[in-house]
């Protein structure tokens, strides 16, 4: 494994590009899921919008499953290879892969086996009913495809392979556009045409990552018999429980803010912050996919011992991640009414997004350093304390923002829970900062 990319030491100038695949494959994913609420928005309409949103929360509980497993595993078999276990290495990981789609089916089952009652419990009631029903249905039946695409992401980029993860992405997404498309615009199946499409982006990763690692990566990683040692599958739970948290913790964020808007402006504005929801996950992602590009590059070589490495490329990390979040933040200000205007033709949702998302975009500040904090924590092996930065910051400022801030100022308050909960979390990163020095001999 001494060949594979992640073993080689980089300049950040190196290492940025060496993630740029996994950045520009975030950003892309963000890019088609809002091709999706576009569509949806223009040729549907803002009652099938809202009910993608509230459908949302149990497709996260899903994929919630993919993404710890993708995540902690990950961390672990680069782990090994970093360590020479180059055969374990392979074992483990099949185990992993195996455990991931097991326990995702049975979780997406139980949600097909209690629909009805789920859906209740989302909010999903009168127009929305049917609408949250049919897009539920569709993906819930194609989780097994998405389970291995958000799995093969990250070995995609363990694998020393970040481009063909990228190229996979790519070809999943414009799929995925072209089939908005002509099932919506054309065919006018509605929002089970947004489902279909967006299954079908699933596909094209999924396939093409079971045939690399099955067939035609022989000499890297790879498909083997699994191995027994069944403690790998808690050992990857725990250290990948903080993506886990992270993902159902936004489902319940997400669930409030929907209860919450249809509280104060009915289905307008769960629109209005569906909208605002999917421009957080486009500019959000240029952090997580730079987390996800250098994770197994830090887990290789702090299992290999090289800190020298590792405390250079923390701070020139920390240095990127300051100067881009500022810039994002500007970009989020002075673009709020082209990006939200996207979604819809003027009206009283479109002002109401465009007032929510500059308030919303202040939360940009604080966010990269929080996502790549989180992530720093997995790389290393530290499950639950990149679990508590997660889970605080997707959860517990969230939750406490949207009671506080909307008790005082009504809707702005709820505009306000994010970047509220998004600075008390880069504190708390900041204050667990320590331990990375004391306990890990960096910065």
Known sequence: MSNNAISREMSFPQ?????????????????????????????VGSDALSAINIAWPLISLVNAIGIMFACGGSAIVARMMGEGQTEEADRSFSLIALANILLGCLVAGLCLLFLEPLMSFLGAEGVLRPLVADYLRILLCFSPMALFQMLFQNFFVTAGRPKLGLTLTIAGGVANMILDYIFIAQ??????????????GYCIPAVGGLLFFFLLNRRGLHFRLPTRQLRLVWD???NGSSEMVSNLSASVTTL????????????????????????QF??????????LGISPVVSYHWGAGNQPFLQKTLRSCIFFLCGSSLLIFLLGLACA??????????GAVEEMAVHGFRLFSIGFLFAGINIFGSAFFTALGNGKTSAAISFARTFLFTILGILLLSYFWGMDGIWLAIPFAELLCALFVLWLGRSLRTDYGLL
């Open 15 to 43: 290492l940025f590009r060496f993630a740029l695949p996994s950045i520009v494959m975030m950003v892309f994913m963000s890019l088609y899921s809002i091709v999706d609420g576009l569509f949806v928005s223009r040729f």
């Open 256 to 279: 409030l803010f929907n209860l919450a808007m249809l509280e104060l402006a009915g289905s307008d504005g769960v629109a209005a912050i569906t909208a605002v929801l999917y421009c």
């Open 337 to 346: 009414e082209p990006i939200v205007g996207l979604f819809f033709d003027g």
């Open 282 to 291: 486009l500019m959000n992602a240029l952090y997580f996919g730079f987390s």
């Open 236 to 238: 990857s739970i725990i």
């Open 187 to 200: 065919l006018q199946l509605g929002i089970r045409g947004a489902a279909y499409a967006t299954a079908t």
